[in-house]
């Protein structure tokens, strides 16, 4: 029961932080001016407007029985209640109304309905509260005559009401303005933190980051800063290490081949050879996997001419692009450039066509690249894109390098905070999907 009523709530509320901060400070003071102003209407109020009506309609009724008791001072009465009063009263033989002007819904209406029936009797009075601006129009039936009255409205409604709801509504609006202000000041680093550790996780090197907001805040801030250069300098570290150590292994590789080319004995040179250029391909695909890890400005790039430059660097014409529309994201360029060549190469060496078909949705960007190759076994999807991982059987993807081409290309695009799936194409080969957020 407690659980899914906790669900409930978990959907109702408000997802982020500012909105749930607001009802914490806002639901208070609205709850607490609902609860005076019920109590101000129903005990106050209320009563107060009973109050006067009871002592207007009693003097109705005794307007009423003067006339029909004393009607020789009738004149000096009722010029006594319009220059004391204010009241209009008129005494007639027209017809008595049958429909009622009454507000069903009005507690004006309702409280002088109730009056006038406990003084008049049932069909005996009729009144009108809206005809008139300052007035209210009060019939009574007399045996052959229509007595008219034309009362101040003052005399049946508390004017004090629309001040006090003024009074009670007009402060709780300024406080909850002021706590929007506040709200918005505390939570704006907040959303600046979140915005910085997104980049982050994309790949962006965020070196003007600077903590601010309140001191947890900004420990939390300082400290994801601290965090961030320790990650940068351990890629930058790893980076240049794995770039030393493949240029520093050229050289002697370079002397051998040297070496092995003034070897008279050509059977022997051919097959060291062979060894010497799969080492040096080696160290090639390393030193392309380490930049991969080397920095790059973020920049608005449009998919779409991108993918049109790798076709036209290609020049291959079993490359088919379909939906080719200009599309905007932000991105590293060169990163991506070598992310689809990968992808592309791949394709083009392991089938006859490839076909590329972009989609573009409402916060995301597929890219579905298909080949009519052999493909692969869907018990090695994951395993592709692991570092060194190479297939020896079916479609050897990493049959020239170390297996370092897939690897590359998942970190590219998990730090661009895509994602990347392999599957079964329509021309049996291998299906490559590419999800990029716009």
Not at 30 to 52: E, G, H, P, R, Y
Not at 115 to 122: D, N, R, V
Not at 375 to 397: A, C, M, W
């Amino acid at each position: 029961m407690f659980s899914g009523l906790n669900r409930l709530i978990k959907i109702i509320l408000p997802k982020r932080l500012f909105y749930r901060a607001l009802i914490i400070v806002a639901a208070p003071t609205i709850i607490l001016q609902l609860i005076v102003t019920i109590v101000f209407f129903d005990s106050i109020w209320i009563k107060a407007n009973k109050n006067i009506t009871r002592s207007l309609v009693s003097q109705l009724k005794t307007i009423q029985d003067i006339y029909l008791n004393d009607r020789e001072n009738l004149d000096f009465f009722t010029d006594s209640y319009k220059n004391n009063f204010n009241f209009e009263i008129d005494i007639n033989k027209n017809s008595f109304p049958v429909l009622t002007g009454e507000r069903k819904f009005s507690p004006m209406d309702r409280s002088l309905r109730r009056e006038l029936k406990s003084a008049f009797g049932m069909n005996n009075y009729w009144f009108n509260t809206t005809k008139f601006k300052k007035a209210v129009e009060i019939k009574i039936k007399l045996e052959n005559e229509t007595m008219e009255f034309l009362i101040p409205k003052e005399m049946i409604s508390a004017s004090s009401v629309r001040l006090f709801v003024l009074w009670t509504t007009l402060p709780s609006i300024v406080l909850i303005l002021i706590a929007l202000i506040f709200l918005k000041n505390q939570t704006k680093p907040l959303v600046k933190l979140a915005k910085a550790a997104e980049r982050f996780g994309k790949g962006d090197y965020v070196n003007n980051f600077r903590p601010s907001g309140a001191a947890e805040i900004r420990k939390a801030a300082y400290e994801f800063d601290r965090m961030a250069k320790r990650i940068n300098r351990h890629l930058n570290q790893r980076s240049e290490m794995l770039s030393g150590i493949s240029h520093d292994l050229r050289t002697p590789l370079t002397r051998l081949k040297l070496q092995l080319a003034m070897i008279e004995q050509k059977n022997i040179s051919e097959k060291m050879s062979k060894d010497i250029d799969e080492m040096e391909n080696m160290l090639n695909d390393y030193l392309q996997f380490a930049k991969t890890q080397t920095q790059e400005t973020t920049s608005k790039i449009d998919l779409s001419h991108l993918i049109n430059q790798i076709k036209k660097d290609l020049n291959n014409e079993n490359l088919n692009i379909s939906n080719l529309n200009k599309i905007i994201i932000n991105g590293r360029l060169f990163a991506l450039k070598r992310c689809f060549e990968n992808i592309f190469q791949n394709g083009l060496t392991y089938g006859k066509k490839v076909y590329v078909d972009i989609q573009k949705g409402s916060n995301i960007i597929t890219v579905n690249i298909a080949d009519d190759g052999p493909g692969i076994s869907e018990e090695h999807y994951k395993n592709v894109f692991k570092p060194f991982f190479r297939l020896d059987k079916s479609r050897n993807l990493n049959q020239s390098g170390v297996g370092l081409g897939l690897a590359i290309v998942e970190d590219i695009i998990n730090s661009h905070g895509g994602n990347i799936q392999l599957g079964k194409s329509k021309y049996n080969g291998l299906l490559v999907k590419v999800s990029l957020p716009i």
